[in-house]
Nanobody
Framework: QVQLVESGGGLVQAGGSLRLSCAAS????????MGWYRQAPGKQRERVAT???????NYADSVKGRFTISRDNAKNTVYLQMNSLKPEDTAVYYC?????????WGQGTQVTVSS
């Protein structure tokens, strides 16, 4: 089992920045990849950014050039640096970890961007 705890969400004005953190604990060996997803009211959960072994990253087109995902293996933590935030970035952001065929989710952290 892997436990994920997110932090760093909040309220920010358009154009501002936030950094989300996700700390992993439990059976964290052989985590194949981690990522961030988000879900806005009335919409489906969507992938924001992922990072896999070797540090290979992938981003949704809507956040490319604005968001950066990184991972600190020593701290078992993944980060999402969000810059130039837009009102349409408002959502609950969830951390995800994949271990073999299993996927784990955090409880989510709210990000609200005001115009």
């Amino acid at each position: 089992q892997v436990q994920l705890v997110e932090s760093g969400g909040g309220l920010v004005q358009a154009g501002g920045s936030l950094r989300l953190s996700c700390a992993a604990s439990g059976s964290i060996f052989r985590i194949d990849g981690m990522g961030w997803y988000r879900q806005a009211p009335g919409k489906q959960r969507e992938r924001v950014a992922t990072i896999i072994s070797g540090g290979i990253t992938n981003y949704a087109d809507s956040v490319k050039g604005r968001f950066t995902i990184s991972r600190d293996n020593a701290k078992n933590t993944v980060y999402l640096q969000m810059n130039s935030l837009k009102p349409e970035d408002t959502a609950v952001y969830y951390c995800n970890a994949v271990q073999g065929v299993r996927a784990y989710w955090g409880q989510g952290t709210q990000v609200t961007v005001s115009s």
